[in-house]
């Protein structure tokens, strides 16, 4: 990685590393050689005290709350402590929130984005400081293609990533004298635990959407479980982290979904419209 202590791996901090891409890419890091710190909100402390990052068969596990700025300063810096240096951030701690908007209470709306948004946004604000000293550093936000084209049933979810996608493109602008670069991920469906953990408003099953909105569910939850593993995001994280000037953004998952964006800038936006609302059977 450019810009890295020649002597010394660089040291990764994976986000959201217990299970599914997070996993993927902090267990795909070590076999590379990076130090990772993977994190959990339900890490034990015992481990998180145990030292440094590991560059064995698997991540060091820290606890992290990214709904929490004490949590996650505590974190970074332990970290910092252990490392003397932060090079990378993997942004992909999360969930997902489905139900009609209609149907969807402000505290709900207001946890989604909160988890999703605000807790990559204190993440990056506890990095940051960091990697200008250093005068390097890489911030890999996961987002989604759900980031580009908003989902039926999943508005909030979609919101969140959108917004992820315009704070980057935004502060990669801020950051880039500094030597940081700041770049999105943008996974199409999966089979991880995503599917399982989703979490359906507390008035989903009123009768006003329940039927298209179970038709949509069915879509999107066919697509998940029948997806790739999510190692291919990984493999991406890795190619990122390595380029010596990475993009903006990077899509990666089914040909269809890719192509999906593709269409966005081509199409007529009411075209697109049409297009989503018949795949999703709304």
């Known amino acids: ?14 986000t959201g590393a217990s299970s599914g891409i997070g996993k993927a890419c902090a267990e795909h890091l070590v076999s590379r050689g990076f130090r990772v710190y993977g994190t959990s909100r339900h890490a034990p ?19 992290l709350d990214v709904t929490s700025d004490q949590s996650v300063e505590a974190a970074v810096g332990l970290v910092l402590a252990a490392e003397g240096r932060l090079d990378v951030v ?40 960091a990697m200008r000293r250093q005068g390097s550093g890489r911030i890999l936000n996961v987002s989604s293609i759900a980031g580009q084209i908003g989902i039926p049933f999943q508005a909030l979810y979609s919101a969140s990533k959108f917004a992820i996608e315009g704070f980057t493109e935004a502060l990669r602008a801020e950051v880039a004298p500094f030597g940081i670069h700041v770049t999105l991920v943008e996974p199409g469906d999966f089979r991880t635990g995503f599917t399982a953990a989703r979490r359906m408003t507390r008035q989903s099953a009123d009768p006003a959407y329940a039927a298209s909105q179970a038709r949509a569910l069915a879509v999107m939850e066919h697509d998940e479980t ?15 982290i390595t380029m010596r000037s990475p993009g903006v953004r990077y899509a990666v998952g089914p040909a269809s979904e890719k192509l999906a964006l593709l269409l966005k800038r081509l199409l007529p936006s009411n075209a697109l419209a049409w297009g989503i609302g018949k795949y999703y059977k709304v």
Not at 226 to 240: C, D, N, Q, S
């Open 226 to 240: 029948h997806g790739a593993t999510p190692e291919a995001v990984a493999r991406l994280v890795y190619r990122i």
């Open 45 to 63: 402390p015992a481990e998180a005290a145990a030292g440094g990052g590991s560059a064995g068969p698997a991540p060091r596990m820290i606890p």
């Open 90 to 129: 993997v942004n992909n701690a999360g969930f997902g929130i489905a139900g009609a908007v209609e149907l969807t209470g402000m505290d709900e709306a207001h946890e989604q984005l909160e988890t999703n948004f605000f807790g990559m946004m204190r993440v990056c604000r506890a990095v940051l400081p």
């Open 1 to 14: 990685m450019p810009n890295a202590a020649a002597s010394r791996p660089p040291v990764v901090l994976v």
